[in-house]
């Protein structure tokens, strides 16, 4: 059974203990459903890990292991190696899963060695850009600008004052035959890339924004509109890198770019951009860095790189 | 049973070839990577038939490890001092987990200052982490608590991580004979690891390392602290099984049969010498020789460390007036490790004996016939401080 | 295959697992998130056509299908977020305050 094209069946129960419009719960669903029945997941410590399996509850209905903090891709390598040795190499889907804080800090260097190996798994970052789970702390993933408890808009600070690290790069960088940038904004382009990036053979990876209300201190009800808003403006691109190659999927054009102000706006984390009074030189800042780095993408897909 | 000269380091790799671990995952450190070598070229070669993960840290190495353990895979992995070091995270997540990893330390020193050479500071400083520590003194034993440590960890009755610990350089890289048996005795000894409590399969899923809030640890925690405790039945069961399947093939290379401590000549001894590892071998020279001039002193080596062997170690010791440790290892603004272990195990003992503790070989610093003797003496005529450090 | 019933284990008289292991059952189902909640969605369904997209956005997985084919969250469970609300196409759904 299908109801939009995705599949009916839940393997990610009701009852888990995230916040009310969380986006990575939303991140979840979908990638479970992608991943079916015949999968090993393995989860890094976060939110997701923490609000799904307060022993003696749990809320998943797939093989799930958590590890620590730092190693589901090390630990997904293992398993790829014990199913080879077992001879169920390639039969069952190995997905790891995320949070940004894992994925581009502290897991970074077991990504990178598992991804140089070239095991067969699918390592997916529910990005929510920042250390949610242990209050909003800032990460390699925290986008400029942004304020968190430990990037705080101050006095003499605007936040966060580095851009966000490009991880997908770096991954395709590694050979990867498939990398993707998801939104949970546009959930059947996410659930089309998750999809194709479990079936493809090799490392593959997908990031996934999910919108976390409390960390970006955003209405609930609007998790998904500022998921989409922020492909809208440029500032989250969607993309996909196939066997080297790019492929924009949206926005395809610089002059189809909603204003960066009506995503930044809506989100408590950036609220110090516009009061006491509008931050022209960081907003301006962002504008074109976003501009510069679509017309980049944009460029690569058209000449094929 | 074929007798061959070889390293010790080898013939652990020969152990675990023999054990046949589905996964290998391991990341190369000083003194280790001859095992690790040697285990590439049987694979290499066609000897192996294991999945070997080239992995980018220790840290890689152990996780990877759970990872295959909890997929209901035979996992092994080696490494020693930083490495180890490094691997501390996971190895609590691993023996918390209840996965039967098991690993070789070839123990190495820790930096600061950076050394290759040998102590026991590296895996004594891991003695919290909830995995069984077994030390072996000669390449025979290398081998022989290799195949028993698989036997071990992988019973239900224990399924806790383990690690057979080795001086490196002095016996890692040392040429002995050893005695090996034939596949067939061994696979009759050790057969195929069935996994008991958990798996990572689509057929029955299961959820493995939830988090444990405050009403629920403290009982986890116990139902562990319990398995590691009864485990010293299971161990000792194992080396009896082991001492029937396999009879010394080449004398003084290991115990007649195996426990978990070895008794030299303690019978009539007065005072008992306490270490773990290669340097009993020189212990035993300088007994032989003392015995000779008539002085009743003798050996009590432990095998097994963790668990804690307490009343092996009371029987071994109920005649003896003063026990010396001897110890590679030091707990910075405490007593010695070891020591301090005796200490709690006779604190209620009438008729305790007097204890002494000495810090020896720190950094790979030689243990020489002299060392010992010193120690002897110091002890038999109560000269020096409760902790006296041998330079 | 694991047999269950040799992972129960008893400590304090408390009934826990060998390595605090469980079986994927999602079990959470019994913690009924919907008392978390201080506004419900309230759907109009002269307006809702079935097309499932309240289904696929909701956090909790717990918006079901109704025999007629349209919509409607479980109450047990809904925290109020109100993401349905916000994207529902057709704006059938509205958030109403819990009296209590």
């Known amino acids: 059974m299908a109801i939009l094209g995705l599949p009916e069946e839940e393997y990610f129960a009701r009852g888990h203990r995230a916040c009310a419009g969380c986006g990575a719960a939303i991140a979840i669903r979908l990638i479970t459903k992608a991943a079916g029945r015949n999968s090993i997941l393995i989860e890094s410590t976060g939110c997701i890990e923490v609000v799904s399996t307060p022993y003696p509850e749990t809320a998943w209905r797939l093989p799930w292991i958590h590890g620590a903090f730092e190693n589901p891709a090390s630990i997904a390598s293992g398993i790829c190696a014990a199913l080879k040795a077992m001879g169920k190499e390639d039969k069952i889907n190995v997905v790891a899963l995320a949070g940004d804080g894992s994925a581009y800090d502290i897991g970074f260097g077991h990504i990178s060695g598992a991804f140089e190996r070239g095991h067969n798994f699918t390592f997916i970052c529910y990005d929510n850009e920042a250390y949610m789970n242990t209050g909003i702390q800032r990460s390699g993933a925290t986008p400029y600008g942004a304020a968190t408890t430990t990037s705080p808009a101050g006095k003499i600070s605007i936040g966060k004052e580095i851009w966000k690290k490009n991880l997908v790069h770096i991954l395709a960088d590694h050979g990867s035959p498939y990398v993707a940038t998801a939104s949970i904004g546009y959930l059947t382009d996410a659930y089309r890339k998750i999809k194709r990036a479990i079936e493809t053979k090799g490392p593959t990876f997908v990031n996934l924004l999910a919108t976390c209300p409390t960390g970006w201190r955003s209405p609930t009800e609007k998790s998904i509109e500022i998921a989409r808003l922020a492909v809208e403006t440029g500032i989250y691109p969607l993309y996909e890198i196939i066997e080297g190659r790019h492929v924009i999927n949206r926005p395809k054009n610089v002059s189809d770019l909603k204003p960066v102000e009506d995503y930044l706006k809506i989100q408590g984390r950036f609220r110090h951009l516009f009061r006491p009074e509008k931050n022209e030189k960081a907003i301006n800042f962002i504008r074109e860095r976003v501009k510069s780095n679509l017309e980049l993408l944009i460029e690569h897909a058209q000449k094929n790189l | ?391 | 295959m694991i047999d269950f019933e040799n992972v129960k284990l008893k400590v304090n008289d408390k009934e826990i697992t060998i390595g605090a292991v469980l079986m994927s059952d999602g079990s959470t189902r019994k913690n009924k998130t919907g008392a978390w909640r201080s506004k419900r969605p309230v759907v109009d369904f002269e307006r809702c056509t079935g097309c499932g997209v309240c289904w696929s956005l909701c956090p909790e997985g717990c918006i079901e299908k109704r025999s007629d084919g349209k919509f409607e969250a479980d109450l047990d469970y809904c925290k109020g977020c109100g993401i349905c609300a916000n994207e529902c196409p057709r704006k059938a759904i509205t958030m109403v305050m819990e009296e209590k």
Request: with cysteine.
């Open chain 2, 1 to 391: 049973m074929t007798k061959q000269i070889m390293e010790a380091s080898h013939a652990i790799a020969e152990a675990v070839r023999m054990a046949k671990p589905a996964v290998i995952a391991a990341y190369p450190i000083t003194p280790q990577t001859h095992i690790v070598e040697r285990l590439s070229e049987f694979i290499a070669d066609g000897e192996l038939d294991s999945e070997y993960i080239r992995v980018e840290s220790e840290f890689g190495a152990i996780s990877a490890c759970l990872g295959a353990s909890a997929t209901g895979t035979r996992a092994y992995t080696a490494t020693c001092s930083q490495g180890l070091a490094l691997m501390n995270e996971v190895l609590f997540i691993v023996s918390g987990m209840r996965l039967p990893v098991c690993m070789t330390v070839v123990n190495r020193a820790l930096s600061a200052p950076i050394s290759i050479w040998n102590d026991h500071q590296d895996s004594i400083s891991a003695r919290d982490v909830g995995w069984i520590q077994m030390y072996a003194e000669t390449s025979q034993e290398c081998y022989d608590l290799t195949l028993m440590q698989f036997k071990i960890s992988e019973d239900h009755r224990v399924l806790t991580p383990s690690m057979v610990c080795l001086d490196g350089f002095t016996l890692s890289h040392v040429y002995e004979p050893v005695d090996i048996p034939a596949q067939e005795q061994v696979d009759k000894f050790l057969p195929r690891y069935k996994p008991y409590h958990a798996i990572l399969d689509p057929e029955q899923p299961m959820t493995l390392g939830p988090i444990g809030f405050p009403s629920e640890y403290m009982e986890i925690r116990k139902s562990q602290i319990d398995a590691i405790e009864d485990s010293l039945r299971v161990i000792e069961e194992v080396y009896n099984e082991f001492s029937d399947s396999f009879p010394v093939g080449i004398k003084k290379a290991r115990p007649e049969r195996y426990f978990h401590v070895e008794e030299y000549q303690l019978e009539d001894a007065e005072i008992a010498l306490v270490a773990m590892g290669s340097v009993c071998g020189t212990i035993k020279v300088v007994i032989d020789e003392l015995r000779k001039k008539g002085e009743r002193v003798g050996l009590l080596k432990l095998i097994t460390y963790r668990p804690f062997p307490r009343q092996a170690i009371k029987d071994a010791l109920k005649r003896v007036e003063k026990v010396a440790v001897l110890e590679k290892a030091v707990s910075p603004g405490g007593d010695g490790p070891i020591y301090c272990e005796f200490s709690s195990l006779f604190y209620d003992s009438e008729d305790r004996p007097e204890l002494r503790d000495f810090i020896i070989g720190l950094g790979g610093r030689d243990v020489s016939l002299e060392h010992i003797k010193k120690i002897y003496e110091m002890t038999k005529e109560g000269k020096g401080e409760k902790q006296e450090w041998v330079f």
